[in-house]
């Protein structure tokens, strides 16, 4: 009998532990009426429940413009939030990423030109409305074993970085009665079209500043003569023959720069710039050496890295629905200052310029029309644009005029390339709930685990501050509402599919095995 109960303990515990995959069906167009006959499509999402305690808060969590994994919830910080609070780990993916696109093929023009449309901020944020309306409904089937689950006011917590981060705030703020709190890491709120902070946040951290941005320089100069045959020879030397156009190949040239400066502040990552800047030598030297060393950089990264001529169309999903998002709505493309801009600092700021002149808006805009041709003259599409950028300054200005909502928290490493697009960037005081992490890069609160070497203790500390919160938060809306029936797996005609169910039913049948085999022993032990 012991061992039976061992096996079955075990067995429980295995099937528990495992993280789900799952998905619910969404309206593809949330906002087509009540009458409308809009398509669904499966959204995915991945649920791990092995620190969950009964009335625990829900974290639901996104990582934004790619394809959500599994790992995404045990590799990552937010599997140690639920440890320390107790929380049902939930990951989001979006629409249009990953496995949560239509079944309508966006790249089959026949059939699919017009589904874009369906990729917005608003249709995502409505997403996130829907599912966390129905996190109640679902919660029974995510716990092993299923049980009956208190219709509680669920504490709900959405958590992102980076882009992911602005979209969890964006729900908050558009939808106000939606009772849950966010954590935003890195988010950036303010939105542009062009980006040219991001090589003066670079330039400060960055100790060959000086040296890249001469040899950009020198590079901008031999492309600028025309040279066919220099221009031809310089490409080869780069390793980079294959791109033809000259915007091409000096927009290769800063992907591992830039990479380098979003990369979380560690030993491995200070060794890298270090690494990186030793190539240039002196701080200030030859053009011809500078465009050696850079060339030598740029053909060892591209041993182990796919440079790709950034005017191709790519064809990955998650490639071309972030090339979406960016062209109708979010830009963020990160560019060189114009040539006549009226910068304060301009006459150090060109000394430390890291890209060419070459990378503007305009650059990127071509290879949207190029692309995503039915972008070009869409009256839709432009004024989806300006009532996104409308909200998402209003949003912005709130934070900055007013302060930030209790219910909102605010990251963001101070060496954050990103910083400037950030709501903290013009605050004159920073609230307890608006926190800058000293030493840190781009929403590096949520990279890693605190067993990770070298951590740096600011990030430790801005993760205890978040648990805090989220306890605090907790234990404001845990106010149970009595008991209701056992919800299916139904709502308002969009059912939900599970996937992989036979697993979690098995362990439920286990669970329930075990719970009856326990009560068996502790009766026969009473009766003898």
């Known amino acids: 009998m012991l061992s039976s109960i061992v096996v079955g303990l075990l067995a429980v515990a295995a099937f528990a532990h495992e993280i789900q995959e799952r998905a619910i069906l969404q309206p593809l167009d949330h906002f087509s009426g009540p009458n409308s006959t809009t398509p669904l499509f499966l959204q995915r999402y991945f649920v791990d429940n092995q620190y969950y305690h009964p009335g625990g808060p829900i974290l639901i969590y996104s990582v934004g413009e790619r394809t959500a994994q599994a790992s995404d919830l045990s590799d990552g910080w937010i599997g140690e939030l639920a440890k320390e609070t107790g929380s049902l780990a939930v990951l989001l993916e979006q629409r249009f990423y990953g496995d949560s696109i239509p079944d309508v093929t966006p790249l089959d023009n026949a059939n699919g030109a017009d589904v874009w449309q369906y990729l917005s901020v608003e249709q995502m944020m409505a997403d996130i409305k829907r599912f966390v309306e129905q996190v109640n409904r679902m919660v029974p089937d995510w716990i092993a074993p299923p049980r009956r689950h208190g219709r509680h006011k669920t504490p709900i917590v959405l958590v992102g970085g980076s882009f992911a981060g602005s979209l969890m705030v964006w729900t908050k703020q558009r939808y106000p ?24 946040m670079t330039a400060g951290r960055l100790p060959c500043a000086r040296a890249l941005s001469e040899t950009v320089q020198a590079i901008d100069e031999i492309l600028d003569q025309g040279d066919a045959m220099q221009i031809a020879a310089l490409k080869r030397l780069f390793g980079l023959e294959h791109v033809e156009s000259a915007t091409d190949f000096v927009a290769a040239l800063v992907i591992q720069v830039s990479s380098l400066m979003q990369a979380p502040v560690g030993l491995q990552s200070k060794e890298s710039i270090a690494r990186y800047c030793s190539e240039f030598g002196q701080p200030s030297l030859e053009s011809a050496v500078g465009i050696e060393a850079l060339a030598r950089m740029t053909r060892e990264y591209g041993q182990s890295h796919h440079i790709v001529p ?41 000394l430390r310029r890291l890209r060419s002149h070459r990378l503007s808006v305009n650059y990127y805009e071509r290879q949207c029309d190029k692309c995503l041709p039915t972008i070009r003259n869409s009256r839709q599409v432009a004024q989806q644009k300006e009532q996104f950028r409308i909200f998402a300054q209003r949003t912005l200005d709130s934070f900055n005029q007013l302060q930030v909502p209790s219910d909102v928290l605010l990251t963001a490493g101070e060496l954050d390339p990103w910083l400037h697009l950030t709501a903290m960037w013009n605050m004159r005081h920073l609230a307890s709930n608006v926190l800058l992490i000293g030493g840190a890069s781009h929403a590096e609160d949520l990279i890693g685990t605190a067993e990770d070497d070298n951590i740096n203790p600011e990030v430790l500390g801005a993760r205890k501050k978040a648990i805090e919160a989220v306890e605090q938060w907790s234990s404001t809306r845990k106010q149970s509402v009595g008991h209701g029936r056992r919800a299916g797996r139904k709502d308002g005609g969009h059912r939900l599919l599970v996937i992989g169910s036979w697993g979690f039913q098995i362990g439920a049948a286990l669970a329930i095995l075990c719970a009856l085999m326990v009560k068996c022993a502790f009766i026969e032990r009473s009766i003898a």
């Open 177 to 200: 009665d939606l009772k849950s709190f966010v954590i935003a890491s890195g988010a950036p709120l303010r939105v542009v079209d062009g980006y040219w902070e991001f090589d003066k």
């Open 310 to 350: 950034a005017s191709e169309c790519l064809e990955t999903s998650d490639d071309l629905a972030w090339l979406w998002q960016q062209c109708t709505e979010l830009g963020m493309w990160q560019t060189a200052p114009l040539q006549n801009s009226t910068i304060a600092d301009e006459s150090a700021w060109f």
